[in-house]
């Protein structure tokens, strides 16, 4: 099933999401849901909170980012996971830039600064428990969905006027006036409690 992903502006990206729990029900088949949303919109990563659920877990494929960090050791080709209940442990290193976009910010590519290594502790789809170092650009995948699991956008880590020149762009597409090749959901859809 491929859900709408929902736009800047939605309730559902600001809010933390909450732990999944062990008996939490269809939890394989919602994470194939995930996959089959993250590839129909041509990501490489999918929060949760970016479907509309406030729970957290969120998949990665890295393979389509193969080859565009020079310098990065570990390779994206095949790197394909499914973290659930992550907990961040360190950020560490020297902060970096990179241009980084967001499904539910179509069109907006800014540079962000994170810091180059992290260690996360975190399910596997098992319900494994594992704690991993990551570096270079998968440390920065993890960091971005990470975020949305916190209620963060990456547009809130750009600074200065680089912000203020994006603010018309973010107010059209939380406003619904912007389209895009995958299906959306607009905070103008959401209805009121």
């Known amino acids: 099933m491929i859900y709408d992903i929902v736009a800047f502006g939605h309730p559902a990206l600001r809010k933390r999401a909450e732990d999944i729990p062990a008996d939490y029900p269809e939890l394989e088949e919602f994470i194939e849901d995930m996959y089959e949303t993250m590839y129909n919109a041509k990501g490489v990563g999918l929060a949760a909170p970016q479907i509309g659920k406030s729970i957290r877990i969120f998949v990665v494929d890295g393979s389509p980012?193969?080859?565009?960090?020079?310098?990065?050791?570990?390779?994206?080709e095949g790197w394909k996971k499914v973290f659930i209940n992550p907990k961040m442990l360190e950020e560490?290193?020297?902060?970096?830039?990179?241009?980084?976009?967001?499904?539910?910010?179509?069109d907006v590519i800014e540079e962000v600064y994170r810091e180059e290594e992290i260690l996360l502790r975190y399910e596997d789809e098992n319900?494994?428990?594992?704690?991993?170092?990551?570096?270079?650009?998968?440390?920065?995948?993890?960091?971005?969905?990470?975020?949305?699991?916190?209620?963060?956008?990456?547009?809130?880590?750009?600074?200065?006027?680089?912000?203020?020149?994006?603010?018309?762009?973010?107010?059209?597409?939380?406003?619904?006036?912007?389209?895009?090749?995958?299906?959306?959901?607009?905070?103008?859809?959401?209805?009121?409690?």
Not at 65 to 76: S, V
Not at 173 to 188: D, H, L
Request: hydrophobic letters at 30%; proline letters at 4%.
């Open 65 to 76: 980012m193969e080859g565009m960090l020079e310098d990065d050791p570990t390779p994206m």
């Open 127 to 193: 319900r494994v428990v594992h704690e991993e170092r990551f570096t270079g650009l998968k440390a920065r995948i993890i960091q971005h969905e990470y975020d949305h699991l916190e209620g963060v956008l990456f547009t809130d880590h750009v600074k200065g006027i680089r912000k203020q020149l994006i603010k018309s762009r973010l107010l059209k597409i939380s406003k619904g006036k912007y389209t895009t090749f995958y299906p959306m959901s607009y905070a103008s859809n959401v209805k009121q409690k």
């Open 92 to 106: 560490t290193g020297e902060e970096w830039g990179w241009d980084e976009g967001c499904l539910s910010i179509p």
